[in-house]
């Protein structure tokens, strides 16, 4: 069999069930790898016609039935690995699965780990490092607008927008590199002009793309938004307001909240999770004493708060909430004070007849960045803007060093390095080993 094999080490060949755990009409071992097609041989009879639905039984070494059903075979390097590789697509059951991978590794496969497929996709040159995490992201994505992200970059959307940033860069090193040769005083005041001016170009699309890096940042982490204030402000009512059902318990009881309820919502596909907590006030009572700690806790880990007050009624300030937390003030029960004018930057609303609702909505995603402009944003990750916010430091390094060549073009080199990072070009082993050690197994 001619093989397709990159140089280098022979790697093993993998193989793992690539449908989630549990009962399923349908579950699909995995196999990739230089000895795919002689697994295929003993485990099904033959190798399969390449790209071909073709229905065959699968055997142990004893030739024993084990299941039958329709196999996909892609060899290399047109399959999701870049190696060689089949699906077997048979009955979902976990008895059955197993049998089947089992079987596979009788005959030369290994256990895969997680994210090995996509893994060896990144190291095979099919996805870059973005591309590959973004496999995982669209898998986990909690919202539409998520999953649009991630298959953007999926696509190559983001990658190919640090990649345009990088040529950029790499036109400008060139043109200094050129200059390095000459001293200082003689590199000419028309090189450097147009040098700065190019500088400020990338400059101002690095911008850019950390701009929709960040926002699209908010659609992967989600945001936590708690609700806080005193008892019976309509917190709780609130909640479900929001949440467009009957999540948590409303009377006109005040303390009746105890437990931080946690609900996931979306506002325009903008995964948030709204955190309804005990009202604060000093008690006696143990057991609402200590739900006003766990108040405490989440509203110190609150990525915005919300603070409810009642509309047209005389209130303390909330000094529990923490400084420097985004904060909106809310002023609930309208339909109680018609009439009634929050003060500047606060809203009002009635979580009894919705009054003010869309506004509020509108509030928390202004708030959280998020603007939706109809544009697209790119589902970033902590290690993207990280990476994006040290390019931008360097160039800003370089902007401050027209005059000594050498300084410059190093300040341009390590932007470019930073740059590639996010798309894999130099990286660490420790780097691939976090990244794909979160995926599920079988992808
Ligand atoms: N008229 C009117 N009543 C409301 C409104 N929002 C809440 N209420 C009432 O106010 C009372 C308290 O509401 P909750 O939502 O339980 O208030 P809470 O802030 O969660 O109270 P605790 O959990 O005790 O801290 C209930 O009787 C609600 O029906 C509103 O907008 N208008
Ligand atoms: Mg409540």
């Known amino acids: 069999m001619p093989s397709a094999d990159p140089p280098g080490p022979t790697p093993d060949t993998i193989a793992a069930i690539a449908t989630p755990p549990g009962r ?30 073709t229905f065959l039984a699968a055997r142990d070494a004893r030739g024993e039935l084990l299941d039958e059903g329709v196999v996909l075979y892609f060899p290399a390097p047109h399959s999701y690995t870049g190696e060689h590789a089949f699906e077997f697509q048979g009955h979902g059951g976990p008895m059955v699965l197993h049998s089947v991978l089992s079987a596979c590794v009788d005959a030369g496969a290994r256990l895969a780990e997680p994210g090995e497929f996509t893994r060896r996709a990144f190291l095979n040159g099919k996805l870059d490092l973005a591309q590959a995490e973004s496999v995982a992201d669209l898998i986990d994505a909690a919202s539409r607008e998520a999953a649009r992200s991630a298959l953007r970059s999926l696509r190559g959307e983001f990658s190919a927008a ?31 002009d147009d040098a700065a001016v190019r500088l400020a170009r990338v400059r101002g699309m690095l911008d850019e793309v950390h701009g929709k890096s960040r926002q699209g940042s908010l659609l992967r982490t989600g945001i936590h938004v708690v609700i806080a204030g005193r008892p019976n402000v309509g ?15 409303v009377t006109p009881v005040a303390g009746t909240t105890r437990d931080a309820l946690r609900e996931p919502i979306q506002i325009e596909g903008v995964p948030l999770v709204v955190i309804d907590t005990a009202g604060l006030r000093p008690s006696s009572d143990p057991v609402e004493r200590l739900g006003i700690e766990r108040t405490q806790q989440e509203l110190a880990r609150a990525d915005m708060i919300l603070a409810v007050f009642e509309a047209g009624q005389a209130h303390a300030p909330l000094d529990e909430v923490p400084a420097g937390t985004d904060l909106i003030e809310v002023y609930n029960k309208l339909d109680l004070a018609p009439g009634f004018v929050p003060p500047a930057g606060a809203l009002a609303v009635s979580a009894k007849t919705g009054a003010g609702l869309d506004a509020l909505k ?19 990750r902590a290690r993207h803007l990280q990476a994006l916010q040290r390019a931008a430091s360097h160039l800003d390094a370089a902007t401050r060093e027209p005059q000594r060549w050498e300084l410059f073009a190093e300040e341009l080199r390590l932007a ?28």
């Open 362 to 380: 509108q509030a928390i995603l202004k708030a959280a960045g998020w603007n939706a402009t109809g544009e697209s944003v790119f589902l970033a």
């Open 416 to 443: 470019q390095a930073a740059l590639a990072e996010i798309t894999g070009e130099f990286s660490a082993d420790d780097l691939l080993g976090e990244i794909f050690g979160r995926f599920c197994i079988g992808k």
């Open 24 to 53: 399923g009409a349908i579950g699909i071992v995995r196999v990739s790898g230089p000895r795919a097609p002689e697994i295929a041989r003993r485990l099904l009879g033959r190798v399969p016609p390449p790209r071909v639905a």
């Open 235 to 249: 917190k709780s009512s609130l909640l479900n307001r929001l949440a467009g059902e009957e999540r948590a318990i």
């Open 162 to 192: 640090v990649d345009a940033l990088v040529a950029q860069l790499v036109e400008l090193r060139a043109l200094t590199e050129a200059m390095l040769d000459f001293p200082d005083e003689e590199v000419d005041a028309l090189h450097r």
